[in-house]
């Protein structure tokens, strides 16, 4: 049963709107709950808005006050786990033809006249059946998928006293039937200070602007904007909260910025968006734009042979790795002959890469484009000069700035270096000059000088090159030998310079976790089933569970091949398969392995058809080589034959020499498991020479997906002094922790001694360390889900970070303040290395980051470091509870202690105590798995005055 209001609007509306609505207002109020019981609407301090059925769910975990279209498709549960609220926009006027606003009307016999479309139908406010149809056709079907509220409005309809006063009844309708949920208006009824004390609210959409042609931002009429912004001022003057959405282009931030200005003057919470409604976020919280552009390629009907991959230039290989540690999402567009350039204003920089070589007509477009990114100003960094045609090359260099030929210079019989900025430079580096790609090259006249190198022609002909510089348009690192004896610049600290904006971004880093650099490690299915040399022959599986997998309490990935495992390869025999599964059963039996497929035969290449595979030999019994065979049918073998009730394949190592195709990454995705691809050999000389170790890309992204690198170190079975150079990578590169330890290994590695006694040794070292240890398909997805993760600025030193929970650690540099513990939220904690802040995360999909000057003390426990995965239940000014659980005794380091104080703690159910050290820090030493409750105690004087 409704509780309906007399229907007056066609016999009252003589009599005037004013004294309707003044009717109707003191009738709410003896219709409204009791005290107590209506929703409290505390003011959000963000306002989003998506009318497309599917919104992003980032974004809902971003906003505190969300409105959306009631028939998206989302999920609302973490949305409110986070505190935020959901409203649906009812269209109170309209409905869809075949919809069940549509059923519903012809159920009741409702009156409609033609929409503005042909699907659309319009109701009638006066009609009898109108007001038990909106309720029960709009707002209970939103109410029942969960959603906080609602706002009220007419759709394209132009308001009416008709339509205002149906609103009103249909709003204290609502009000009472859901007490605890929030009621809006649309701006477009034209009700405003009226409608006091009857809505939570008002919400404008297009206030100042409009939908213009091609659906482009507009303004408004003058006239539309004055009578709308007049009824927001008197709303606001009689109390009233405003929410209001202007409109904006997509790459123009003053105009955002403007909008969002002007609805905040008038006391109204703004939010700027696209006007097709679809979740486009243009301010006032504005998106940190991660995204760099690196142009590289050719067409290969111009140069006569295919492009390199991606991963095989030289901005891959150096810069990638940098521009990931600052938190940038690097994307690569291979140049050919139908390329387009896209919009450079979505970038935050953009990267011509070395090997960049164009058409006449592509260097035409480039310059043409390049020209505008100054316009926009979008940093541009060269790493050669792409353009090559006289008439473009010139062009080209006015603009830039660039004096001399920025050709080839003659054949030089003398080189030197004519300037160099040390502090720029890679420690250990010894800065030479090579006549090897020495360009006529002159910097801008007020460009800063990193690198400039001199050289002397048979003819006694002086030459200058530039090689490293930042001008006002960019940067240019231009080294021709990089690709063989490694950079001699810090392009960390080069990179950093290029992309200042004199503004800081934290950076998703995936080295570190709960305070500790990052351990893992994978073992391939290379030799699994060979005879190891070792006395007894075992199978070099045999001695690898039994030197290492079970000596070594750390966690270990086993990756294996069906193939081998069914003695199906080349060389192997069937009757030998009980004894390599029995093997295989053993090592996924010890709790610190998990298993990963190193698919079925180990193809030679990965492809989206059949025959993806080399032949199996005539023992095979399967002719099915496609990719669900490959990956999904090796992965049921392992769970179904090999694995230990309780666990699952975790993670699929793709087999050495056979990177994986975009195709087979996203096969893998569509399955929900990790991949890894293990680094090749060979691929990495260059960034193991001095000041260079660990430029090592963690992932790239393919289309939607994204491959991620092991990092791994060249195995012992490669090369002699592996383990030198691994312990080389794996200290910090110039103050900065640039990769996580990882190590990789094969089965073949335990077939000899002095390869076994090497991965050892490895591991010996590892183990000493204090490591975050985990699994390597929880490294991969935290790699994946940094660079698919968001950051928003609300304000200075104050951040929201989005993203599913597996990265967990955000960086800044030290300089910019510690955590407000009292404002931040999904905060664990954080500690400090070298000059990096290092903030650990809950692992919640909204992280908010407040920094503060470090005046005093911590206002709360907080962690500072854990060895193991640690669960928080309680973190407040004086107490934490957690779990804590790993394959080894734990170590965790909480702080916000009194210095020197003592604390309290309860260990799976035991009292203890410990004292805080001088910085109030509290070491607890714990067994393998335990639930942990710290109190801090008050000071002995304290105590005593008490």
Request: glycine share 8%; net charge neutral; charged share 20%.
């Amino acid at each position: 049963m409704f509780c309906f209001l007399p229907r007056r609007c066609a016999s009252r509306l003589k009599t005037g709107i004013g004294e309707l609505l003044a009717t109707l207002g003191a009738a709410f109020m003896l219709l409204a709950a009791p005290a107590g019981q209506a929703a409290e609407f505390g003011m959000p301090r963000s306002l989003f808005l998506d009318l497309s059925l599917q919104p992003d769910p980032r974004s809902l975990a971003a906003f505190e006050l969300c409105v959306l279209n009631p028939e998206a498709e989302v999920d609302l549960e973490p949305g409110h786990a986070l505190g935020n609220r959901f409203l649906a926009v009812l269209n109170v006027a309209e409905f869809r033809s075949h919809s069940f606003q549509a059923a519903m009307a012809a159920k009741r016999g409702l009156r409609t006249t033609p929409g503005l479309t042909k699907a659309r139908s319009v109701v009638q406010p006066d009609d009898a059946g109108w007001l038990s149809w909106a309720v029960q056709a709009t707002a209970d079907a939103a109410a029942k998928r969960g959603f906080d509220g609602f706002v009220v409005g007419i759709g394209d309809q132009s308001a009416s006293d008709a339509w205002r006063v149906a609103a009103l009844e249909l709003v204290q309708v609502l009000k009472k039937r859901y007490a605890d949920k929030l009621v809006l208006l649309d701006a477009g009824l034209e009700i405003g200070a009226e409608a006091r004390g009857l809505v939570d609210g008002i919400l404008a959409l297009g206030v100042h602007t409009q939908r213009g042609e091609d659906g482009a931002a507009a303004m408004n009429d003058a006239g539309a904007a004055r009578r709308r912004v007049a009824l927001l001022r008197r709303a606001h003057g009689a109390g009233i909260r405003l929410f209001g959405v202007d409109f904006a282009p997509r790459n123009d931030p003053a105009a955002a910025r403007a909008a969002a200005a002007r609805l905040q003057s008038m006391g109204v919470m703004p939010f700027i968006t696209t006007p097709e409604l679809s979740g486009v976020n243009l301010g006032p919280m504005q998106e940190m734009n991660r995204r760099v552009l690196v142009l590289h390629g050719w067409d290969a009907a111009h140069v006569g042979e295919p492009p390199p991959a991606a991963q095989d230039t030289l901005t891959a290989r150096f810069l990638h790795a940098p521009l990931e540690w600052l938190g940038c999402q690097v994307e690569y567009l291979p140049m050919a002959a139908d390329s387009a350039l896209p919009d450079a204003s979505g970038y935050r920089g953009v990267v011509l890469d070395a090997g960049l070589i164009l058409s006449p007509q592509q260097q035409m477009k480039l310059a043409e484009w390049t020209r505008n990114l100054q316009r926009q100003e979008r940093p541009l960094l060269l790493t050669g000069i792409p353009w090559t045609e006289p008439a473009v090359l010139q062009d080209m260099r006015g603009h830039l700035g660039l004096a001399g030929s920025a050709r080839a210079a003659p054949r030089l019989v003398k080189t030197g270096v004519a300037r160099v900025d040390s502090g720029a430079m890679s420690a250990g580096a010894k800065v030479t000059a090579r006549a090897m790609g020495f360009l006529d090259l002159h910097a801008p006249g007020d460009a800063g000088i990193v690198l400039s190198t001199r050289g002397q022609d048979a003819l006694g002909g002086e030459h200058r090159f530039d090689q490293v510089f930042h001008a006002s348009w960019g940067s240019a690192w231009m080294e021709p030998t990089a690709a063989v004896s490694g950079a001699q610049v810090d392009l960390f600290q080069f990179v950093g310079r290029w992309l200042d904006r004199g503004e800081v971004m934290p950076a998703i880093d995936t080295t570190t976790r709960d305070g500790r650099r990052v351990f893992f490690s994978h073992i391939s299915g290379e030799g699994f089933t060979q005879t190891s040399s070792m006395p007894g022959f075992a199978l070099c599986a045999e001695v690898m569970k039994q030197r290492v997998l079970e000596r070594y309490f750390l966690p270990f990935t086993v990756a294996v091949c069906e193939a081998d495992l069914r003695g199906w390869r080349p060389g192997q025999t069937p009757v030998n398969s009980p004894r390599y599964e029995q093997a295989a059963r053993e090592i996924f039996a010890l709790p610190n392995v998990a298993a990963a497929s190193y698919s079925f035969s180990k193809p030679a290449a990965w492809q989206a058809d059949m025959q993806i595979a080399g032949p199996l030999n005539e023992h095979a019994r399967s002719a099915r080589l496609d990719m669900e065979r490959e990956v999904a049918g090796s992965m049921g073998y392992i769970h179904r034959r090999l694995l230990p009730a309780g666990k699952s394949v975790s993670l699929m190592l793709w087999p050495e020499f056979a990177p994986p195709t975009p195709e087979a990454l996203a096969f893998c995705a569509a399955l929900g498991v990790q991949s890894l691809t293990p680094t090749r050999s060979g691929s990495r000389e260059p960034s193991l020479s001095p000041g260079n170790a660990g430029q090592f890309a963690f992932g790239m992204r393919h289309g939607d997906d994204i491959e991620v690198f092991s990092t791994a170190e060249e195995r012992p079975s490669w090369k002699a002094g592996t383990v030198e150079q691994f312990q080389h990578y794996a200290v910090t590169t110039q103050g900065r922790r640039t990769t996580p330890v990882a190590v990789g290994a094969r089965f073949a590695d335990a077939g000899s001694p002095a390869t076994l006694i090497a991965l050892e040794k490895l591991l010996d070292w590892c183990i000493a360390r204090p490591l975050r240890a985990m699994p390597a398909a929880l490294y991969a997805a935290s790699v994946r889900d940094a660079l698919d993760s968001r950051i928003i600025r609300m304000g200075a030193r104050h951040w929201i970070v989005l993203n599913e929970g597996h990265a967990r650690t955000v960086r800044l540099p030290a300089a910019a303040g510690v955590p407000d513990l009292a404002r931040c939220r999904g905060v664990a904690g954080f500690n400090v290395q070298e000059d990096q802040l290092y903030i650990h995360t809950l692992g919640r999909p909204r992280c908010e980051i407040v920094l503060t000057d470090a005046t005093g003390p911590a206002t709360a426990v907080y962690l500072v470091e854990s060895s193991a995965h640690i669960e928080f239940m309680e973190l407040s000014t004086r107490r934490a509870t957690f779990t804590v659980h790993d394959w080894r005794p734990v170590e965790v380091v909480l702080g916000g202690f009194e210095p020197r104080g003592l604390c309290a703690y309860n260990e799976n159910g035991r009292p203890y105590s410990a004292h805080a050290d001088e910085r109030g820090f509290v070491r607890l030493d714990l067994p393998r798995q335990a639930t942990v409750t710290v109190q801090s105690l008050p000071p002995a004087t304290a105590t005593a005055s008490q």
